[in-house]
């Protein structure tokens, strides 16, 4: 009995201190202390965008030496991967975005966010003209900021070709908004084909989804729209809910060209199994309100859709290409920014930056480089950028106490000596600071989704690959999601979704 009474008292004071550690980390992260405000004798660093490689650099940049400024129309962060999920509701919009403000809070000196858009780069100038853009808009809603150094960050949009009825008729799988307005969207559909004297064409027209792009966004999507498909509507709509089609249309050969060829059969013959219709080397070449007008072997097709979802790659966004306009001779890469191994901007030699190269750096989607536009290189590159704008830092500071020693007239013989060794020691460091290190990319492997709780991953394996996919992968993927999370707070709300999907299943109703 005493054992029993002690194992309690333990069990007991175990809840307490780790509830009180919980606590105290998470009160903590809520209210972090005091922060050093803006000093106008710092350099200001101003940061275009709130995505993967904007946060990643504020993630790592120590403020301590700069001024800050972050400049996105979205004051958040928001994790793509787990995008499609939402987009059917298996996860909670808010569980896979953070806020800006949470990341620039827990900095040594105060970051400014400004939620606007940036409409125009001054290069000569060093400025940034920006305008609100939200729907709620004060009597100032434009302004024109100076900066030192600029990171373009910026992030790319969705690729249409110009093909007709796809802005106007189709949902895109970009932002948050594009997941929301799908899910109602696709509820719309489903109850419009419940609503009693439908005809059966028009059932058949409204239950049919269509996803344009066999790349991952497509793939993932697809696989998420299935599981909702089979796990919810089929009970909540039994009547309507086997007349439910997904039809994927992929303009080349085949699907998911950047993943293994065994992976890429591999999720063909699980849509083949979960009844998901892939069209390869079809073409859509025009979307309507109701239909879409698609190419095959030089035929015209028109196949009558309820909703359409355009995962057609990307494209610059209109900044990029007026950004690009400044340097005609260096910017000539149709993809995207050129930048050299360090992440700044290619500008001609004869460019009239006062400082000798350029003062903006450029990473993610918005450049055109060797690496694919993924989360994984634009993170990275933010990384990579923290440390370098680390060793600006220390360079600045090391020059500043070079010029006041080589200022200081020291008449002890002694403190003379000394004051020459420190000179040594900082130009030893100087030089060594000049040999920056190039950006490396490091491959994790690529990962997709495919639904059916099946995922593929080729991930690198030695000096070659492993290609892996099913439930196992399927267990792989979630938990290597979970902990690239953001925060302890995203990866609570994602886990409990994932638990709370399962126990009562996804919500039909149409907000
Ligand atoms: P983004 O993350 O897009 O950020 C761009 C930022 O710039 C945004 O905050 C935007 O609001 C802001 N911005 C836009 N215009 C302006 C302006 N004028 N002024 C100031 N700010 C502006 N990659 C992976 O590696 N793995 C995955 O599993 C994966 N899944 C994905 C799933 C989906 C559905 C999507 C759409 C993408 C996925 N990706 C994935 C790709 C990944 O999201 C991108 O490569 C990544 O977001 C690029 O980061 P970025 O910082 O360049 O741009
Ligand atoms: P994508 O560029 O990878 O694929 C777009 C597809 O749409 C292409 O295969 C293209 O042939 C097809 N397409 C374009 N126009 C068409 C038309 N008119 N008719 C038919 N098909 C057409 O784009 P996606 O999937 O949005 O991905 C963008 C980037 O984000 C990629 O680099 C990708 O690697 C990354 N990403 C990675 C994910 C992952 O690793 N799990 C998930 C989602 C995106």
Same mark, same amino acid.
């Given at each position: 009995?005493?054992?029993?009474?002690?194992?309690?008292?333990?069990?007991?004071?175990?809840?307490?201190?780790?509830?009180?550690?919980?606590?105290?980390?998470?009160?903590?992260?809520?209210?972090?202390?005091?922060?050093?405000?803006?000093?106008?004798?710092?350099?200001?660093?101003?940061?275009?965008?709130?995505?993967?490689?904007?946060?990643?650099?504020?993630?790592?940049?120590?403020?301590?030496?700069?001024?800050?400024?972050?400049?996105?129309?979205?004051?958040?962060?928001?994790?793509?991967?787990?995008?499609?999920?939402?987009?059917?509701?298996?996860?909670?919009?808010?569980?896979?975005?953070?806020?800006?403000?949470?990341?620039?809070?827990?900095?040594?000196?105060?970051?400014?966010?400004?939620?606007?858009?940036?409409?125009?780069?001054?290069?000569?100038?060093?400025?940034?003209?920006?305008?609100?853009?939200?729907?709620?808009?004060?009597?100032?809603?434009?302004?024109?900021?100076?900066?030192?150094?600029?990171?373009?960050?910026?992030?790319?949009?969705?690729?249409?070709?110009?093909?007709?009825?796809?802005?106007?008729?189709?949902?895109?799988?970009?932002?948050?908004?594009?997941?929301?307005?799908?899910?109602?969207?696709?509820?719309?559909?489903?109850?419009?084909?419940?609503?009693?004297?439908?005809?059966?064409?028009?059932?058949?027209?409204?239950?049919?989804?269509?996803?344009?792009?066999?790349?991952?966004?497509?793939?993932?999507?697809?696989?998420?729209?299935?599981?909702?498909?089979?796990?919810?509507?089929?009970?909540?709509?039994?009547?309507?809910?086997?007349?439910?089609?997904?039809?994927?249309?992929?303009?080349?050969?085949?699907?998911?060209?950047?993943?293994?060829?065994?992976?890429?059969?591999?999720?063909?013959?699980?849509?083949?199994?979960?009844?998901?219709?892939?069209?390869?080397?079809?073409?859509?070449?025009?979307?309507?309100?109701?239909?879409?007008?698609?190419?095959?072997?030089?035929?015209?097709?028109?196949?009558?859709?309820?909703?359409?979802?355009?995962?057609?790659?990307?494209?610059?966004?209109?900044?990029?290409?007026?950004?690009?306009?400044?340097?005609?001779?260096?910017?000539?890469?149709?993809?995207?920014?050129?930048?050299?191994?360090?992440?700044?901007?290619?500008?001609?030699?004869?460019?009239?930056?006062?400082?000798?190269?350029?003062?903006?750096?450029?990473?993610?989607?918005?450049?055109?480089?060797?690496?694919?536009?993924?989360?994984?290189?634009?993170?990275?590159?933010?990384?990579?950028?923290?440390?370098?704008?680390?060793?600006?830092?220390?360079?600045?500071?090391?020059?500043?106490?070079?010029?006041?020693?080589?200022?200081?007239?020291?008449?002890?013989?002694?403190?003379?000596?000394?004051?020459?060794?420190?000179?040594?020691?900082?130009?030893?460091?100087?030089?060594?600071?000049?040999?920056?290190?190039?950006?490396?990319?490091?491959?994790?492997?690529?990962?997709?989704?495919?639904?059916?709780?099946?995922?593929?991953?080729?991930?690198?394996?030695? +000096?070659?690959?492993?290609?892996?996919?099913?439930?196992?992968?399927?267990?792989?993927?979630?938990?290597?999601?979970? +902990?690239?999370?953001?925060?302890?707070?995203?990866?609570?709300?994602?886990?409990?979704?994932?638990?709370?999907?399962?126990?009562?299943?996804?919500?039909?109703?149409?907000?």
């Amino acid at each position: 009995r005493s054992f029993l009474q002690n194992l309690g008292r333990v069990t007991l004071a175990g809840v307490i201190v780790s509830g009180g550690t919980f606590y105290y980390v998470t009160q903590r992260d809520r209210h972090p202390g005091l922060q050093l405000p803006h000093d106008d004798s710092k350099k200001t660093i101003a940061i275009l965008g709130s995505g993967w490689g904007a946060s990643s650099l504020l993630k790592g940049l120590d403020t301590e030496e700069w001024n800050v400024v972050v400049i996105s129309p979205r004051n958040y962060f928001l994790f793509t991967p787990l995008l499609p999920s939402v987009a059917v509701g298996t996860l909670d919009s808010r569980s896979i975005i953070q806020s800006t403000r949470y990341i620039t809070r827990h900095k040594k000196r105060a970051v400014k966010v400004i939620e606007a858009e940036a409409q125009d780069i001054d290069p000569v100038a060093k400025t940034i003209t920006l305008s609100d853009h939200s729907p709620i808009v004060g009597a100032t809603s434009t302004s024109t900021i100076n900066y030192d150094y600029l990171v373009y960050a910026v992030g790319a949009e969705t690729q249409t070709f110009g093909i007709p009825g796809v802005k106007e008729h189709a949902c895109f799988m970009k932002e948050l908004g594009d997941a929301e307005k799908f899910q109602g969207q696709l509820m719309d559909c489903v109850e419009t084909a419940a609503f009693p004297g439908q005809s059966e064409e028009e059932i058949d027209r409204l239950l049919h989804m269509v996803v344009v792009g066999g790349g991952p966004t497509g793939i993932e999507l697809s696989g998420e729209i299935h599981d909702f498909l089979e796990d919810d509507l089929k009970s909540w709509y039994p009547e309507l809910a086997e007349r439910i089609k997904i039809t994927l249309i992929e303009a080349l050969p085949s699907v998911l060209p950047m993943f293994s060829k065994q992976l890429i059969d591999y999720t063909e013959s699980t849509f083949k199994d979960a009844k998901i219709d892939i069209k390869t080397k079809t073409m859509v070449k025009e979307v309507k309100d109701k239909s879409v007008i698609v190419e095959s072997n030089g035929q015209r097709h028109e196949l009558p859709m309820g909703l359409l979802v355009w995962a057609g790659g990307n494209t610059l966004r209109p900044l990029t290409k007026k950004l690009m306009s400044y340097f005609p001779s260096t910017q000539t890469n149709r993809r995207g920014l050129s930048v050299d191994n360090h992440l700044r901007l290619l500008v001609p030699s004869t460019s009239p930056d006062p400082t000798g190269s350029s003062s903006i750096f450029a990473l993610g989607d918005c450049t055109a480089s060797s690496y694919a536009p993924t989360a994984q290189v634009a993170s990275q590159q933010g990384a990579y950028l923290a440390r370098l704008f680390g060793q600006m830092a220390k360079r600045e500071k090391a020059l500043s106490r070079l010029s006041e020693l080589a200022k200081a007239d020291v008449a002890d013989p002694v403190k003379d000596e000394e004051r020459k060794k420190e000179i040594d020691v900082i130009e030893k460091q100087l030089a060594r600071a000049e040999q920056q290190r190039p950006f490396h990319y490091s491959h994790q492997g690529s990962l997709a989704y495919i639904g059916s709780e099946k995922a593929i991953a080729d991930l690198p394996f030695g +000096s070659g690959n492993l290609a892996t996919g099913g439930v196992a992968t399927y267990l792989f993927w979630r938990s290597a999601y979970l +902990s690239t999370l953001f925060s302890l707070r995203n990866r609570t709300l994602v886990a409990s979704d994932w638990l709370k999907t399962k126990i009562f299943g996804r919500d039909v109703s149409r907000e």
